[in-house]
Nanobody
């Protein structure tokens, strides 16, 4: 299984970005796709997750600003990020986990929000 993340970049505070993560290979019908982020010198934290049934979960810091979605036919997960803040600056990683396989990680995409 391979995950290919894209969509990161440099944006001013208040702006928006949309991240995408396409998966290839068999990940099982029942799974959770998620976005994590890691800022310099900090641990990797969960940003948002979505189950194959569409149930979502968000970190408190991004609620109301970020939206996670997925296209099951394309095995792709998205993260729409609005009202970005400098503290959202981090490398964003996509992740997929299921009961039948170990978790898989994408290569990360850098998001930089300037003040």
């Amino acid at each position: 299984v391979q995950l290919q993340a894209s969509g990161g970049g440099l944006v001013q505070a208040g702006g928006s970005l949309r991240l995408s993560c396409a998966t290839s290979g068999s990940i099982g019908r029942i799974n959770v796709m998620a976005w994590y982020r890691q800022a310099p010198g900090k641990q990797r934290d969960l940003v948002a997750a979505i189950t194959s049934g569409g149930i979502t979960n968000y970190a408190d810091s991004v609620k109301g600003r970020f939206t996670i979605s997925r296209d099951n036919a394309k095995n792709t997960v998205y993260l729409q990020m609005n009202s970005l803040k400098p503290e959202d600056t981090a490398v964003y990683y996509c992740n997929v986990a299921s009961p039948i396989s170990p978790p898989y990680w994408g290569q990360g995409t850098l998001v930089t929000v300037s003040s």
